[in-house]
């Protein structure tokens, strides 16, 4: 018998209805879904879910990725998320149908790798409007380069701009903001002749734009990935109604023991250098499961578990700390223990080779 545990339960069915929710939202905001796989690593049956709920395309931040999905469902459109590296300018034409850029540089590589794979790739040009990640900063530099693309680069589609929210620099959609993207674009198109495909903003928070109607009309496209995966805490402070939990983790207990709650001795720094306060509850019932910051991240709200009467007292890099006192159920050395997971966790796990993947249709 094969190790089973730690095991990440995978869910597409309600993967597909928590994007039908989200589309549902967004077509009221006038806008299309890219579903953004990368909190997942673009588990292709999720992928596929999402694509089934309406999402026009998918994207993923890493070319092996889109990869590991083109090969399975080659006729899903892909878009890469991350903006592309020189060096795998033919490996993202090869995979990715639409890049997100912000250097001619890179912009000429992509265009030479499609003219050498006899393809035309998709291109949308990005715009640093506050968040202080990736874009072209002056509008000027951003339309001379659109031109350019338009008129000298045959390999390449000039398919649109784009922008991010609350990446880097925590800034949050606005009217004001989205407007100035939609000045770019409109700026661009009046030097090359025509309407561009798509204006795009990401993320998920752009949605919560949508009740009170301070979306411009020419955004035509969101992309979106966490709610999909988990409540969006630091986006808005409801769940989206009706979202289900696609994603489910299972941890082996491997120690189960009466101990004290206080640490005895010389106190220092905890795993990874925690700083970290202790409540004496006297002696508990504790269970050690076989997971760790490694595996689900730094967040202490990465993982929740399923049984509300569990309580975790904490992660090193390997192991988790439940407090099993109060329990209803009566757990055994060997049983596991079921966790909701968050964003931050889903992104670890499915990058861990030591984590086995279960769907359940």
């Avoid at 990368?38 to 879910?49: D, L, N, Q, S």
């Avoid at 006899?118 to 640093?128: A, E, N, Q, S, Y």
């Avoid at 289900?244 to 720094?269: H, N, S, W």
Wanted: include cysteine; hydrophobic fraction near 35%; glycine fraction near 8%.
């Amino acid at each position: 018998m094969g190790k089973i545990y730690p095991q990440l339960v995978v869910r597409p069915n309600n993967m597909k209805s928590n994007m039908e929710k989200i589309i549902a939202i967004a077509r009221e905001g006038g806008m299309e879904v890219t579903g953004v796989g990368k909190g997942f690593r673009c588990i292709p049956e999720c992928c596929r879910a999402m694509v089934d709920a309406g999402c026009i395309n998918i994207g993923g931040a890493r070319v092996g990725d889109l990869k590991k999905l083109k090969e399975r469902y080659p006729e899903i459109e892909t878009l890469l998320t991350r903006i592309p590296m020189i060096s795998e300018a033919d490996e993202v034409v090869a995979w990715a149908d639409i890049s997100l850029v912000s250097e001619e540089e890179t912009l000429e590589a992509l265009n030479k790798a499609a003219l050498n794979q006899g393809k035309t790739h998709k291109v949308i040009l990005m715009k640093d409007i506050g968040d202080r990640r990736e874009g072209f900063f002056q509008k000027e530099k951003m339309v001379e380069t659109g031109v350019k693309v338009e008129s000298e680069m045959k390999g390449l589609r000039l398919h649109g701009v784009g922008t991010n929210f609350g990446c880097y620099g925590s800034v949050c959609p606005t009217w004001d903001k989205l407007t100035e993207l939609v000045e770019c674009a409109e700026a661009i198109e009046e030097r090359i002749g025509r309407k561009l495909d798509i204006i795009s903003s990401g993320g998920t928070q752009t949605l919560t734009l949508v009740p009170t109607k301070e979306i411009p009309d020419r955004v035509n496209n969101i992309r979106v990935g966490i709610a999909s995966i988990t409540k969006a805490a630091y986006t808005w402070h409801d769940d989206i109604e009706g979202r289900l939990d696609t994603f489910r983790l299972r941890a082996e207990i491997v120690e189960l023991k009466d101990k004290p709650t206080m640490p005895y001795g010389k106190l220092g720094a905890a795993a990874l250098n925690e700083t970290r306060k202790y409540e004496d509850l006297g002696i508990r019932k504790r269970a050690i499961v076989a997971i760790g910051r490694q595996d689900i991240g730094e967040d202490k709200d990465s993982i929740i578990p399923v049984d509300e009467n569990i309580r975790i007292w904490g992660s090193s890099s390997d192991h988790t700390i439940l407090d099993l006192e109060n329990c209803d159920k009566e757990y055994k050395l060997g049983d596991y223990v079921e966790f909701n997971i968050n964003y931050v966790a889903c992104m670890h796990l499915t990058m861990s080779a030591d984590v086995n993947i279960l769907i359940e249709e």
